[in-house]
């Protein structure tokens, strides 16, 4: 099917774009999420904690896992567009052109679980990478030099050294899907929720006469549905975190299971444990995911003509 080709690609072009975008937000938000009271390395406030990459890293720590996640948004993303589309057509009611609120959900949602089964692995190889370095950095003072005075910073993992070395010492395929049931809980109902919420804005931003809003507007319809789906959906993604990371060496907390792991959390950080991050991740979402939506529709229509 040469249209399902062209959502694909059209897919996979918008998540290797807004991904890239929001690189420095995205390494932030992780770095936040992971890190649990009494660590020695304390990352806090906005802009406090990209000034402190930028002072121990340089401009490479904000893109620091950019590659893997690029790696990873591209058939995620690829995988979402084009799922959501096919299941549109097949939930579409004879004689109608859009679906009811129930049906768009129900194509959401299967878009979602689609697209994270497919890269799941990614994801948590992309985490690691992120991670790692931040404890590399909890002796900095220890580290050598550059000439202007930075310290240099010792090579990490890549890609496909993280991963095998997560299948051979952690629990083989297993492992690479840890934390995969706290990941579908959160993604299936935050990708229902954020085409639901697009296509509805969509809709009202739209121009009487015009079938289409124009870029800005549609930019602006992308980033209120992503902060309105992900304000819901937030506590999931933090216990994902937690649970790609809860077997590192360094990690001072171990959780068996995503249940054990919203217990401890509560009871150690209180109910804001389950939100740590979500202001900087609003700063985010909001570009990410109107970038995300814009560029998909731009791609899509190039494609038409082809």
């Given at each position: 099917?040469?249209?399902?080709?062209?959502?694909?690609?059209?897919?996979?072009?918008?998540?290797?774009?807004?991904?890239?975008?929001?690189?420095?937000?995205?390494?932030?938000?992780?770095?936040f999420q992971v890190q649990s009271k009494g660590t020695g390395t304390n990352y806090?406030?906005?802009?406090?904690?990209?000034?402190?990459?930028?002072?121990?890293?340089?401009?490479?720590?904000?893109?620091?896992?950019?590659?893997?996640?690029?790696?990873?948004?591209?058939?995620?993303?690829?995988?979402?567009?084009?799922?959501?589309?096919?299941?549109?057509?097949?939930?579409?009611?004879?004689?109608?052109?859009?679906?009811?609120?129930?049906?768009?959900?129900?194509?959401?949602?299967?878009?979602?679980?689609?697209?994270?089964a497919a890269t799941y692995p990614l994801d948590i190889v992309r985490t690691r990478?992120?991670?790692?370095?931040?404890?590399?950095?909890?002796?900095?003072?220890?580290?050598?030099?550059?000439?202007?005075?930075?310290?240099?910073?010792?090579?990490?993992?890549?890609?496909?050294?993280?991963?095998?070395?997560?299948?051979?010492?952690?629990?083989?395929?297993?492992?690479?899907?840890?934390?995969?049931?706290?990941?579908?809980?959160?993604?299936?109902?935050?990708?229902?929720?954020?085409?639901?919420?697009?296509?509805?804005?969509?809709?009202?931003?739209?121009?009487?006469?015009?079938?289409?809003?124009?870029?800005?507007?549609?930019?602006?319809?992308?980033?209120?549905?992503?902060?309105?789906?992900?304000?819901?959906?937030?506590?999931?993604?933090?216990?994902?975190?937690?649970?790609?990371?809860?077997?590192?060496?360094?990690?001072?907390?171990?959780?068996?299971?995503?249940?054990?792991?919203?217990?401890?959390?509560?009871?150690?950080?209180?109910?804001?444990?389950?939100?740590?991050?979500?202001?900087?991740?609003?700063?985010?979402?909001?570009?990410?995911?109107?970038?995300?939506?814009?560029?998909?529709?731009?791609?899509?229509?190039?494609?038409?003509?082809?």
């Open positions: 099917d040469v249209t399902w080709l062209k959502h694909l690609i059209a897919g996979g072009v918008s998540g290797a774009v807004s991904r890239t975008v929001v690189s420095p937000l995205e390494r932030m938000k992780i770095l806090s406030g906005v802009f406090g904690t990209l000034a402190k990459i930028w002072r121990e890293e340089g401009i490479a720590g904000y893109m620091r896992g950019n590659g893997t996640n690029v790696v990873r948004i591209v058939p995620y993303s690829a995988v979402q567009f084009a799922t959501y589309e096919q299941l549109k057509k097949l939930l579409m009611e004879e004689g109608k052109t859009e679906l009811d609120t129930r049906r768009r959900l129900t194509a959401g949602a299967g878009a979602g679980i689609a697209s994270v990478i992120s991670v790692q370095t931040a404890h590399a950095l909890a002796n900095i003072n220890d580290l050598p030099k550059d000439a202007r005075g930075r310290p240099i910073i010792p090579r990490m993992p890549g890609i496909f050294e993280t991963f095998v070395k997560i299948y051979k010492s952690e629990g083989g395929l297993r492992a690479t899907y840890r934390g995969f049931g706290a990941t579908l809980a959160g993604v299936a109902p935050y990708i229902a929720l954020n085409f639901q919420c697009y296509e509805v804005l969509r809709k009202l931003f739209t121009p009487e006469g015009e079938s289409a809003p124009s870029g800005a507007r549609k930019l602006a319809c992308g980033a209120l549905a992503g902060c309105c789906a992900q304000t819901i959906t937030y506590p999931f993604d933090v216990l994902r975190r937690r649970m790609q990371v809860t077997s590192m060496s360094g990690i001072s907390y171990r959780y068996s299971s995503t249940f054990d792991a919203i217990r401890q959390m509560v009871k150690s950080e209180g109910i804001l444990g389950l939100y740590r991050g979500l202001v900087p991740n609003y700063l985010k979402v909001a570009p990410a995911i109107g970038v995300s939506f814009w560029s998909y529709e731009l791609a899509k229509d190039t494609l038409k003509h082809w």
